[in-house]
Structures are given as C-alpha cells and as structure tokens.
C-alpha cells in the first residue's frame, strides 16, 4: 500500500515525524520522507532560532561574595527559564516601543541574599523572585528538592544584591537563549550506504557498537546488493531540552519557523513585493504577526533582524547599560 502511494504522490507526502519516545526533557523522533539538508535545516533551527527568554541585563547593588560580578552575571544569564508560548507573551525589545526595556518586552527578577550565621549558605535559582504578574521568566525547576541552579556560595557576613532583566532572544545572538542542550543527529546506522569508513584495530563489530537508533530499522542482509544509487530519507534526532521549554513545543516552534523561511524563500523566488508600511525587517512574531522581510527604514539606514539603531544592542539599551558580561558599559 505504500509503495502504490508513494507511485501515485511521490513527494507530495511531504516529511513525517514519528516520535519514539518521549518525556519531560528529551524527545527521540525519526524525521522521514525528506533529504538531508532539509533534515539539517530542522535541527539548526531547534538549536539557534527559537526564541526563549533569558537573564540580559544585570544591575549589582552588592557583591561581597567570592563571585566576580561579570562572572556572576554570566551565571545568572545560563539560568534556564520557563519560555512556554514566548511569543504569545513577550515581543523583541527591538520591535518594542519602549526606551530600553519594559513590561512588554521583558521580565525583572530580583536576588537579595545574606548570611548571617557560621553555616555557609547557599544560593539558588529559586532565590530568584519573578516580579508580580509575569506570564513567563519563573525559574525552570526540575531537581527533587525544588532548589534549581546553584548561583552561589556566601561565608558569614556575605551579600548579594541586584536586579536583573530578562528579554526574548534566539541563540544566533547568544547560547544563553538556546531551548535546547543538544541535538543529536544520525541516519543509516547501519551503514548501508557506507559514507563511513570504521578504523579499527582488531574488529569493527566490536569496537563500533551500534546505536540505539539501529533498533529502529533493519539491518543489512548477508550478501545485499549495494545500490549506488540510495540516499538517506530516514534521520534519527534526540533532543534534549534544557527545561525552558517542552520538548513537543521545540519541535512545534522548529517546524514553524523553517515553514516562514520556506515561504520567505518562495516569496523571494516569486518576485512578491515583501516592503513593509512601517519600514525595515520585523521580528519573527512582532505585533503577533508573521515573520516577514521589509526594505530600508525610515531614513535611519537598513535595519536587520539581529541589529538595532541609535547605539544599542539587539536585545540590550542604549551606552552604559549592564549586560550580563560586564556590570558599567559595554563588555
């Protein structure tokens, strides 16, 4: 019945996901019925594209700890945190109307630790608190004791104090905004189409183990006609959360991305007029629309999706303000 489906449709099938398993954190899927680049292209834009919220700007009022302050801004920026429909919730700060940062584009969290007694104390991510109201940006917790990331360590007498800022971002800007620790990538795992060569010492089998994707198809049979011919249309991918988002939304946000780059593309290729009325490149989900290209802006100069204008960062403000790698300036 396939075959006789694929004879009569070919393509037109167009790529499947099959999800093998499943939980809170990983997410194992065979991507089929597509090629190579098109398998790649899916797992770069899990990796740097999808946007998430994490800590940008850091504002010390005390630091007596051991703890340099760029070095525990940039702690502070790693802390995953919850990014659930990011985009329903918060826009870029580029695309917000506002000076620098405000309740529309960012989240404030606030830190205030002391230790008064002989016991060293412990700093956590749930120290954190999330100002009142926010719909994103708490903290991702997953440890059993409901600590979450460790921030720091303070002897008696030992401050922390400060505020920080948290905007939407993607990882093409920094890897503190990546949904995701890793993806991993196979197809054949077999070999069938020998685009590896295995060195080995003594035997191949045994010091080139199979992985556990080989299950997930059948193996070489003794003495098969190698078809020079056959390429890969089965791509094996685990991906590996790292709690700021669910995996199925991952995977969701991943798809509907590379669908507005497709269509992007094939807008380009059709010679469509793409100008926006207000001028320049918009953010993928700004003013709850659609990723779309724009000209130049303004009279203020072309204006990317990654760059702003008057001096500031992307995701950042204007001169002198704190970042999470530096506490007065530009790091």
């Not at 905007?167 to 077999?190: Q, T």
Request: charged content about 25%.
């Amino acid at each position: 019945m396939d075959d006789t489906f694929d004879e009569m449709y070919g393509s037109d099938r167009g790529p499947q996901i099959t999800i093998k398993e499943a939980d809170n954190t990983h997410a194992q899927i065979a991507l089929s019925n597509c090629d190579l680049s098109f398998a790649n292209a899916f797992r770069r834009i899990m990796l740097a594209e999808i946007p998430t919220i994490a800590i940008d700007l850091v504002f010390i009022e005390a630091n007596t700890s051991v703890i340099p302050d760029e070095f525990l801004s940039h702690r502070l920026g790693l802390i995953p945190l919850d990014s659930a429909n990011i985009d329903d919730k918060l826009v870029y700060t580029r695309d917000c109307v506002c000076d620098q940062y405000c309740e529309r584009c960012s989240v404030t969290l606030t830190l205030n630790a002391r230790c008064t007694s002989d016991v060293p104390m412990t700093v956590y991510a749930r120290d954190l608190a999330v100002q009142a109201g926010a719909q994103c940006g708490q903290p991702v917790i997953t440890d059993p004791e409901g600590l979450g990331t460790i921030i720091a360590k303070l002897r008696k007498g030992q401050e922390i104090k400060l505020t920080c800022v948290a905007k939407k971002g993607i990882a093409k800007e920094h890897a503190k905004w990546s949904p995701v620790s890793a993806v991993a990538f196979e197809y054949d795992p077999h070999n069938k189409l020998r685009h590896t060569s295995y060195w080995y010492e003594e035997d191949a089998k045994a010091e080139w183990p199979p992985s556990k994707f080989a299950d997930w198809e059948d193996p070489p049979q003794e003495g098969e006609v190698f078809d020079y011919d056959a390429v890969p249309n089965t791509f094996y991918m685990d991906v590996e959360s790292v709690g700021s988002m669910a995996p199925d939304e991952i995977m969701q946000q991943g798809i509907k991305y590379l669908q507005q780059k497709l269509m992007d593309v094939m807008k380009g290729l059709n010679g469509e007029d793409q100008m926006e009325d207000d001028g320049g490149l918009r953010s993928p989900g700004a003013d709850g629309g659609d990723y779309q290209m724009g000209g130049m802006g303004g009279g203020q100069g072309y204006e990317t999706p990654f760059g702003g204008q008057d001096g500031r960062t992307p995701y950042g403000g204007g001169y002198g303000a704190t970042t999470p790698y530096g506490t007065n300036g530009w790091a």
